[in-house]
């Protein structure tokens, strides 16, 4: 064993845009922890090589597009909410091998609940990936039942329907192009921040949407909020996503357990709030 502090990293691709390092580094300031907490680009080709490379000092890992299948597949042990959804965003490496979280899905209920969205039965959600996943047991978590999933490639939507058949949802496919503006409660949006999506389409998905809860962040206005926008809607971005599952992040980083409040919990998650004002 070292006697260095440990270390943590987020690791995605691209990475630049990562506020992690920031939420995560006031988190450890007022639980007066030296650890450090770095940003790494890293592929999903390269993910194995990476996380093999690691040494002793390294205690977790915050994993985000697209390695959160990658992250899943090196967990040895995992919790529910990745055991469902097949998507691993935090790795605790402190154990005999990777012990594998999603909080992604815990970080969209809180969101959902800041926008005091709390109560639902028809959501869509744009996208079919593994962000997309932790939306649909979310939004199951908050009672809704009927699940519209709109994708460019309709057979990417398999996986959520098989979800949804052990959650007891109705979880359907329609095309992106297009789609017909059937009103929902909800609109996630589950694209990653560099995804372009046809104003026309857009602006469809916008008729009858509802609010939009997109869950990019700091990459400025994405086309399905500019379509929400032109629509007079409600939108609501990834800010709260990551604020709450980075809370959870750092359950885990410290304790082991996401559902263990930390020391000081309300004094931590002010400091993270803080910690993304004007930024």
């Known amino acids: 064993m070292t006697d260095r502090p440990p270390r943590l990293e987020?690791?995605?691709?691209?990475?630049?845009?990562?506020?992690?390092?920031?939420?995560?580094?006031?988190?450890?300031?007022?639980?007066?922890?030296?650890?450090?907490?770095?940003?790494?680009?890293?592929?999903?080709?390269?993910f194995a090589t990476e996380l093999a490379s690691l040494d002793d000092t390294f205690r977790g890992l915050s994993v985000t597009y697209p390695l959160k299948e990658a992250a899943f597949a090196a967990s040895v042990t995992r919790d529910a909410r990745a055991e469902l959804t097949g998507a691993v965003n935090t790795l605790l490496l402190t154990g005999a091998g990777p012990s594998g979280f999603n909080t992604d899905v815990g970080?969209?209920?809180?969101?959902?609940?800041?926008?005091?969205?709390?109560?639902?039965?028809?959501?869509?959600?744009?996208?079919?990936g593994a962000t997309a996943?932790?939306?649909?047991?979310?939004?199951?978590?908050?009672?809704?039942?009927?699940?519209?999933?709109?994708?460019?490639?309709?057979?990417?939507?398999?996986?959520?329907?098989?979800?949804?058949?052990?959650?007891?949802?109705?979880?359907h496919g329609v095309p992106l192009t297009?789609?017909?503006?059937?009103?929902?409660?909800?609109?996630?949006?589950?694209l990653p921040g560099g995804a372009v999506v046809p104003e026309a389409d857009a602006d469809a998905l916008a008729s009858g949407g509802g609010p939009l809860f997109d869950v990019v962040y700091g990459q400025g206005m994405t086309s399905l909020q500019a379509a929400w926008l032109r629509a007079g809607r409600d939108i609501y971005t990834g800010e709260a996503m990551l604020l709450h599952q980075a809370v959870l992040?750092?359950?885990?980083?410290?304790?082991?357990?996401?559902a263990v409040p930390l020391r000081d919990e309300s004094a931590v998650v002010g400091a993270m709030r803080a910690s993304l004002v004007g930024d």
């Not at 809704?144 to 309709?154: G, S």
């Not at 297009?178 to 589950?190: F, K, S």
């Not at 992040?249 to 996401?258: E, H, L, M, N, S």
């Open 10 to 46: 987020v690791w995605g691709d691209p990475i630049e845009h990562s506020r992690s390092p920031q939420l995560h580094v006031a988190a450890y300031r007022v639980l007066d922890l030296d650890w450090s907490y770095g940003c790494r680009r890293v592929t999903a080709v390269g």
């Open 133 to 171: 996943t932790s939306a649909l047991v979310a939004v199951a978590e908050l009672g809704a039942d009927q699940i519209e999933v709109a994708a460019r490639r309709p057979e990417a939507v398999a996986a959520l329907s098989e979800i949804g058949e052990r959650l007891g949802l109705s979880v």
């Open 107 to 128: 970080g969209i209920v809180s969101a959902l609940a800041d926008c005091e969205i709390a109560e639902l039965r028809h959501v869509r959600i744009v996208g079919a």
């Open 178 to 190: 297009r789609p017909e503006p059937v009103p929902v409660d909800l609109t996630i949006a589950a």
């Open 249 to 258: 992040q750092v359950r885990i980083f410290v304790g082991g357990d996401p």
